[in-house]
């Protein structure tokens, strides 16, 4: 996919001797959508706000387009930041707020309003030239930020949490709008979001952020199936984190039962962590299951039924499940190997902290 | 019963309150009312007179004063705007305890009796050896008026979301043209009415005027007070209702002016 366009090499910061991030190293290439995702708190902002030049890393270094960028003010950077709170100069029509860059950097009358049209037919808002910022929904508000932000042809667009405010639907219909712009601009996007739902559904690459530490970096898939800690499991969709033991290669011990699993070279009789996610177990008949236990819990969802199932040792298991099983039945579970996820406990306690909490 | 018991309790309410306007207004209405009138008795009406009003300002020293008192309003008003705004942007960016420990010192000047600030002043020129005159009377009220200017400008600036500012940067701003292309425009309210506010108290102060003047300079409040001790002459009732009219309107404008401005 081409170079790499920007680099954070070795990033550290620290606000009133607290660290938000810790030694952090990031590469994000060129014409990609990658998201910062984890919860409040995770030095994801921060990471964005030192890209966007809003804040200086205490250590290392900001690479741009093979150039470092360290001390560069932002507006001086050739990137542009769409804000959580859109930001949009409520004194200014939207012309004006949009047309404010291009001024700055002394573009010609025409240039400019060919442009603003642009911008805003690719925002879906034509025609919004005189309005005031006030009389837009949040959502269009939102819209003219992104509009602002990408007349002025940046290299690498910044969003913090743009769609935090906005409701359920138009939620969506922003998400689609993102990866429409993204794929017409050929614009490489930094996404700030602790929404995992928009994370997978909008990225190319999801960085998981925790702690001031990146816990997992890949694709939506890797993340979701190959979950690497309990964190990025827990946090990425619903799961069930259970005890285990690695008996051998391809064979796992959940409390007493034996599944069988995709997973090697984690050694013999190595205590792990089991990661199944809810709609991978399979309810069957109580002798045809690997463990079996009762429903204690059933709520409808729409698609599926969600279930508590308790196995003897008094673990709830949780099952997303077209098949019904009706509170205070016995029942089977059933796992297919390749839908078992094996992880490294963490080493040690300290690791633990981080990997863990929030 | 119920009616005519409610109706007891209306009256009563607006009773308390004619009687609250007339304790409050009834001393300056009579003023007012002296200064129109063509008898000089105190307690007689002699019918009514432009006359007073014509004196006054025919009067070279009561013109002197009233140039002195203008001018001296206006520059103290637009030089603490201008040192006002930019403290008010330093603690506005400052961490939440310095913040708090400035601003209440920015406040001890309000609440400090004037004759103490006045006396303090004075005595700060004298030894510093700087002559008494326009210019004393000038630093002086930029002095205290500078609190007023931070109060005012110092809610506008809260409101204000540091993210326009920032994004304005990312636009390419420099930080001086962000601030007067964005966050100024947002604050010009504050501005203005810290500016009215500033101009007011100037116009209406006489304690501190009075110890920082030294000889030789009148504004009209130190004018009046040297005027009555002479005996009192009805043009000074004619002047005094210009300044009581002069200070409504401004305070008026700088009550009503910002909320209008909000509420579009």
């Known amino acids: 996919m081409g170079q790499s366009l920007i680099d954070l090499v070795n990033i550290s910061k620290s606000f009133d001797g607290t660290m938000v991030l810790d030694d952090l190293n990031l590469s994000v290439k060129e014409n990609t959508f990658v998201t910062l995702l984890g919860p409040s708190g995770c030095g994801k902002t921060t990471t964005l706000r030192i890209i966007g030049g809003f804040e200086k890393a205490d250590t290392g270094k900001v690479i741009f387009d093979g150039t470092e960028i360290n001390d560069l003010p932002p507006n001086k950077r050739q990137l542009n930041t769409v804000f959580q709170k859109y930001a949009l100069f409520s004194h200014m029509n939207i012309a004006e707020n949009i047309a404010f860059g291009l001024k700055i950097k002394g573009k010609s009358k025409a240039y400019i309003n060919d442009k603003i049209k642009y911008a805003l037919k690719l925002v879906n808002l034509d025609g919004y030239e005189k309005r005031t910022v006030d009389s837009l929904s949040g959502g269009q508000q939102q819209r003219i930020a992104i509009a602002r932000a990408i007349v002025n042809e940046p290299r690498l667009l910044l969003l913090d949490e743009p769609l935090g405010a906005l409701d359920l639907k138009l939620r969506q219909d922003m998400q689609y709008e993102l990866i429409r712009l993204k794929n017409e601009l050929g614009i490489t996007f930094i996404y700030v979001t602790h929404d995992q739902e928009e994370a997978l559904t909008m990225s190319d690459t999801i960085v998981v952020m925790n702690q001031g530490y990146i816990q997992q970096m890949g694709t939506p898939e890797q993340i979701y199936n190959e979950p690497e800690n309990a964190f990025v499991a827990d946090f990425i969709g619903e799961s069930n984190i259970v005890p285990g033991v690695m008996l051998h290669d391809e064979l796992v011990e959940i409390f007493g039962a034996k599944f069988a699993c995709v997973d090697r070279g984690f050694g013999v009789n190595k205590p792990v962590d089991v990661v199944i996610r809810p709609e991978d177990i399979e309810l069957v008949e109580p002798e045809q299951g690997t463990l079996t236990g009762t429903c204690t819990h059933l709520i409808f969802k729409g698609v599926h039924y969600e279930m508590e199932i308790t196995t003897p040792d008094g673990f709830e298991w949780l099952v997303h499940s077209t098949t019904l099983c009706p509170v205070g039945k016995k029942v089977g579970l059933r796992v297919d190997p390749f839908n078992i996820q094996i992880m490294n406990k963490p080493a040690s306690e300290d690791e633990e902290a981080v990997g863990v909490n929030e | ?264």
């Open chain 2, 1 to 264: 019963m119920k009616n005519s018991k409610w109706n007891l309790r209306r009256i009563w309410q607006d009773f308390y309150l004619v009687i609250i306007m007339i304790f409050l207004y009834a001393p300056i209405a009579t003023m007012v009312v002296l200064s129109f009138n063509s008898s000089k008795s105190r307690t007689q009406w002699g019918g009514f007179t432009l006359r007073w009003y014509t004196e006054m300002f025919a009067s070279r020293n009561i013109m002197d004063a009233l140039q002195n008192t203008l001018l001296i309003a206006f520059l103290s008003a637009l030089i603490a705007v201008i040192i006002g705004t930019a403290a008010s942007i330093a603690i506005n960016s400052m961490k939440p305890v310095p913040r708090t420990i400035l601003m209440g010192i920015t406040n001890i000047p309000m609440l400090n009796a004037d004759i103490v600030t006045g006396i303090s002043l004075m005595l700060a020129f004298i030894a510093f050896g700087i002559s008494l005159g326009f210019q004393t009377v000038l630093i002086a009220h930029i002095t205290f008026n500078i609190p007023y200017v931070i109060l005012s400008v110092m809610p506008k600036l809260k409101q204000t979301s540091r993210f326009t500012y920032e994004a304005a940067l990312d636009l390419g701003a420099s930080p001086l043209r962000a601030f007067f292309k964005v966050v100024f425009p947002d604050i010009l309210p504050g501005v203005l009415s810290g500016f009215l506010l500033a101009f007011t108290m100037s116009l209406d102060d006489f304690i501190i005027t009075h110890f920082t003047r030294g000889a030789g300079i009148n504004t009209l409040s130190t004018l009046i007070y040297s005027e009555v001790r002479r005996g009192i002459k009805p043009s000074m009732y004619a002047l005094s209702t210009v300044i009581f009219a002069t200070v409504l309107i401004l305070l008026i404008i700088s009550n009503f002016a910002p909320h209008k401005k909000a509420e579009q």
